[in-house]
């Protein structure tokens, strides 16, 4: 189906067909890209951006956190302009260290739990947190169609990790 409708895109969505990622990478991107560089993004982070909210957005629609009528686009596009001002709001009060975040022991359970995890998990969370990979690098790397597959990918790697960790540290799920 080279064409979807609002109606089939949420039902498609919400029977976990994958292959709309790519159908709405393909047809959300460019106009993204115009919107993020309009609100003085560098041009560079527009395929990382691009990749969160679209995956985001997919995520909210999956597990049926919004109603069956709404129209996408609307929300995806919504959803992009406040992704990019909490992206401002929090590179200009930047006063969050991670180090104070944790402790010494919550950061040695979670890197042992990182080897728990199956071996391509643990590929993506290193090339995307470890070497620091753009997605499109990362796609690139283990031939995923596109970045926005690649950012699903390693999202189900970190979603894997995070149940793992949640379990060791005994937190409960919210």
Request: proline residues 1%; positive net charge.
């Amino acid at each position: 189906m080279s064409r979807y409708s609002n109606k089939q895109l949420i039902t498609e969505i919400r029977n976990g067909n994958e292959d709309v990622l790519d159908f709405l990478a393909t047809k959300y991107f460019s106009h993204a890209r115009r919107v993020i560089r309009l609100k003085g993004i560098k041009d560079s982070t527009a395929p990382e951006l691009f990749s969160i909210v679209l995956v985001k957005a997919w995520f909210d629609v999956l597990f049926h956190k919004l109603p069956a009528n709404i129209d996408f686009e609307a929300f995806f596009y919504s959803s992009l302009e406040d992704y990019i001002r909490e992206l401002k709001d929090r590179k200009k009060n930047n006063s969050l260290k991670s180090d104070s975040l944790f402790s010494n022991h919550q950061k040695e359970v979670v890197a042992q739990c990182v080897f728990i995890l199956d071996e391509q998990a643990k590929k993506l969370v290193h090339a995307h947190y470890g070497e620091k990979l753009s997605f499109e690098k990362i796609a690139s790397r283990f031939n995923y169609s596109n970045a926005v597959i690649a950012q699903h990918e390693v999202n189900k790697a970190m979603n894997q990790l995070e149940g793992i960790v949640k379990l060791r540290l005994n937190i409960s799920a919210n």
